[in-house]
């Protein structure tokens, strides 16, 4: 039976300790707790992240050579039994510079062979996954014909509640976390998932593993939660397995009583993201304090096109606040003449302040940013491909001072000049 033809009725975890890059022997282990739990059809049944193979770097990029045919094995399991497994798996996709590794929440049993599954959004660079795995973006929820949503997170994404409530909001019901969590950590486990139960009005099914890892005892304490936080089903600290019935209807009552999940109204200013280089230079502070990574770009953005809105995702994602320094009218003139800027320069920065990739924007009259940027001191300064390292404004002040340039090249094949020349023609 397919579970994908049926909605889920029953949330479950295996929680065991994993052996580091033996992909076959955990499969057995996993194999040895179906046929011990026997999951009734219609089960989601939750496991450890990287269970198959364990956080060993070295040797993630042949391990994950032999992911694809794992997951088919996975999913004939599944589809034997009439169940859903979903546990956190190296795998390998392309990105935009080539082959990447992701920490991806894969599902089996679903009916639906070209899922990607969800990749773990947040790196947790305390163990240096960030130097190994890329990052995902933009979860999406599982739609199951059955008509359940899964959401999913993987670790550390706990810690950061928009992941979660981004799927929500798209209709996810249930969460699915997979996670290697460490017992010394283990009180803000369940605090975190009970968070995320209650603040999302959403069943969470929680597999953490347990055993050792580098001499680390990882938590266990595996759990299902109900919408309104109460805990359904937990493991102690050692290898266990539950499941528990799936009763819908305490969400239904929950949700139609009070809906915290699914109100999203737009409650930003966009056109605050326009400062003064003093307001500026308090909120750079600001963020420093916070820990976060500041980084800057600059340019005329006369008419913003594709491949800027394409650029400044790309130079977001390189921190955690980008400032982007806009030239003002009368410095455009000065380099591109008379004729510009099409759009003035209060114009420029409003619409600028409405992308989502943008978190400030700033003007300044110089031809080049440099004292904007010995001002700011960032953390990364980007520019386009097409410069020379060595002809950038600000790069050797941001590498003096510890940052770093990148350089990011345009995809799409827009220009602003060619398209003010294509208008005239008209």
């Not at 052996?19 to 049944?45: F, S």
């Not at 409405?354 to 520019?383: Q, S, Y």
Request: hydrophobic residues 45%; proline residues 5%.
């Amino acid at each position: 039976m397919d579970v994908s033809e049926q909605a889920v009725s029953r949330l479950g975890f295996l929680q065991f300790e994993i052996v580091p890059g033996d992909i076959a022997a955990n499969l057995h282990t996993l194999e040895k707790g179906l046929a011990r739990l026997a999951p009734p059809p219609g089960t989601l049944l939750a496991l450890p992240e990287m269970w198959a193979t364990g956080f060993v770097y070295e040797q993630l990029a042949d391990l994950a050579a032999g992911i694809p045919d794992l997951l088919l094995k996975l999913d004939a399991l599944a589809e034997s039994r009439g169940i859903v497994l979903a546990g956190s798996l190296p795998v390998q996709a392309m990105g935009d510079e080539g082959e990447i590794l992701l920490n991806t929440l894969c599902f089996s049993g679903t009916g639906d062979k070209k899922s990607p599954g969800i990749a773990k959004q947040n790196l947790f660079s305390f163990w240096k996954e960030d130097l190994w795995f890329s990052p995902g973006m933009s979860p999406e929820p599982l739609l199951l014909p059955g008509g359940d949503i899964l959401g999913g997170l993987v670790c550390y994404d706990l810690r950061f509640p928009e992941a979660a409530r981004l799927q929500c909001r798209k209709g996810a019901g249930i969460l699915v976390m997979s996670a290697e969590w460490p017992m010394a950590r283990i009180g803000q486990w369940k605090i975190l998932l009970q968070a995320r139960a209650i603040e999302n009005q959403a069943f969470v099914v929680a597999a953490n593993c347990c055993g050792h890892w580098d001499g680390m005892e990882m938590g266990g304490h595996s759990l299902v939660i109900a919408p309104d936080g109460e805990i359904l089903a937990e493991a102690s600290g050692d290898e266990a397995s539950a499941v528990v019935l799936l009763q819908k209807e305490i969400q239904d009552e929950l949700r139609q009583r009070f809906n915290s999940v699914a109100p999203a109204p737009w409650s930003h200013e966009d056109s605050r993201k326009v400062l003064s280089l003093e307001e500026l230079l308090d909120v750079v502070r600001s963020r420093r304090r916070a820990g976060q990574k500041i980084v800057f770009s600059n340019g005329c953005f006369d008419i913003l096109h594709a491949g800027h809105v394409d650029y400044l995702q790309k130079a977001r994602r390189q921190g955690d606040f980008l400032i982007i320094g806009l030239n003002d009218d009368a410095s455009i003139r000065s380099i591109k003449g008379p004729d510009r800027p099409v759009n003035s320069e209060q114009n420029r920065a409003r619409v600028l302040a409405a992308l989502g990739c943008v978190d400030a924007v700033v003007l300044f009259a110089a031809d080049t940013p440099v004292e904007l940027i010995k001002a700011v001191a960032p953390d990364v300064l980007v520019k386009g491909a097409d410069w020379k390292e060595d002809e950038i404004a600000g790069a050797a002040e941001v590498k003096e001072n510890g940052g770093r340039v990148e350089l990011i090249a345009f995809v799409n094949d827009e220009s602003t000049t060619d398209i003010i020349t294509a208008i005239r023609s008209i």
